[in-house]
């Protein structure tokens, strides 16, 4: 059975769910942004250069979220610090683990100047010899994308890359994954000793539609001075936002991700709406020229599976035609179901007919095993509880998995 983390007890909420306030935020700043706030806040601009490498080791090396723990930094600055800013984790509201140890956090940021308090959903993918860790950069989406539970939940606002960032920050407290975590009370430490060692831009929201707090987020997670992420176990997954493909080429780096699923426009128009601002002959060009793809470096072509929509051997014919030439691996994403969608999943045997194809013609094509789907944790399933499902939803998802729909 999947279990929730009783987060009630006011002992286990203080230990994970720290006060926060409108003192501004040092997390997500660049590393010259920092020094200048410091100089800003005054610090004298000899040491600010120095003080903020110390803050970055303590927020990214160490994993603090309070300046007292900050031993090699005064009393008196470290209180000027606590005055003037901020280094706490967002609060965690609920915490569910799946039957096949897949973990969701639904965590709360506070309010932005006259905003509400928001919420996004976050999940952490246990795999042998790793663990992703699936952030969301925006509060809801504007893609609409028809098979998408995301897309039903409107767009309230982006992140800031503060928020992106903590929510790497509260994975890796939470699983014990800073030094010196392991004796912290409350840290959830996997018995076989897994950590985030991938991070996936594929929760909720559009990345390339946040490109700057989204850019500056993942330069921080994969600087070598602190949360030292690869940038080859960082990928970005968007729905085709053409002329921001190549911007994060140039700018972040790191892995591209395409949201596929059709091989033509009539289709993709209704399955990924985007696609009528930019159609599959602009996308191709753009990961064609995408920067360093090579055969190393391979593009991901994300292809959910929808019984008698998209599934036909002429469709993996047309994919195989669309993809040639990009060095590409196509997964193949089995339809997660939640209350009230319109699809059906491939029949397992239609699905493996697929990726046979597929691969006789030399893609990678794995069929990406379903995780977190009793906790609403799968791909395409997240949204937040912003927008709590009822208790008939809940209800109607638990009918469906019992009736095997989706496997």
Request: aromatic share 6%; proline share 5%; net charge positive.
């Amino acid at each position: 059975m999947p279990q929730t983390i009783d987060l009630t007890d006011p002992q286990t909420r203080a230990r994970i769910s720290p006060v926060r306030n409108e003192r501004a935020p040092l997390i997500g700043l660049s590393k010259k942004a920092l020094a200048v706030t410091l100089v800003e806040a005054g610090v004298p601009v000899k040491q600010a250069r120095m003080r903020a490498s110390q803050l970055w080791h303590w927020l990214y090396v160490r994993g603090v979220s309070d300046f007292d723990a900050m031993s090699n930094i005064s009393r008196d600055l470290r209180a000027m610090l606590a005055e003037k800013f901020t280094i706490a984790r967002p609060e965690i509201t609920a915490e569910q683990v799946s039957q096949d140890g897949t973990r969701k956090w639904l965590m709360r940021f506070p309010s932005r100047g006259a905003g509400k308090p928001v919420e996004v959903e976050t999940v952490y993918i246990p795999e042998e010899g790793r663990g992703t860790l699936c952030v969301s950069s925006q509060v809801g989406c504007t893609l609409t994308c028809s098979f998408c539970h995301t897309g039903t939940q409107k767009l309230v606002r982006n992140l800031t890359s503060e928020e992106i960032l903590a929510q790497l920050l509260v994975a890796r407290d939470r699983l014990g994954d800073f030094p010196g975590a392991e004796t912290q009370l409350g840290a959830i430490v996997p018995s076989e000793g897994r950590k985030v060692s991938n991070l996936v831009m594929m929760g909720m929201g559009e990345p390339l539609y946040n490109f700057e707090a989204v850019k500056e987020a993942l330069l921080i997670a994969s600087d070598g001075d602190g949360l030292s992420l690869s940038k080859r176990r960082i990928t970005l997954s968007t729905s085709g936002v053409v002329p921001n493909i190549y911007r994060a080429g140039e700018e972040i780096g790191v892995m591209l991700a395409i949201s596929l699923h059709a091989v033509n426009d009539k289709l993709r128009d209704e399955l990924v709406p985007i696609n009528k601002k930019y159609p599959l002959k602009e996308l191709m060009q753009a990961c064609r020229d995408y920067p360093g793809l090579s055969n190393a470096r391979r593009i991901t072509f994300e292809y959910v599976m929808l019984k008698g929509v998209n599934d036909s051997l002429a469709d993996a014919r047309e994919l195989v035609r669309l993809l040639k030439g990009i060095p590409a691996k196509i997964n193949l994403i089995p339809f997660n179901p939640w209350p009230g969608s319109n699809y059906e999943c491939s029949d397992w045997e239609t699905i493996e007919r697929f990726a046979d194809f597929i691969n006789d013609n030399g893609y990678a094509s794995p069929i990406r095993t379903p995780r977190g789907r009793d906790i609403l944790a799968a791909c395409g399933q997240l949204k937040s509880q912003s927008e709590r499902l009822k208790k008939t939803d809940r209800l109607a998802l638990e009918a469906m998995m019992i009736a095997g729909h989706g496997e």
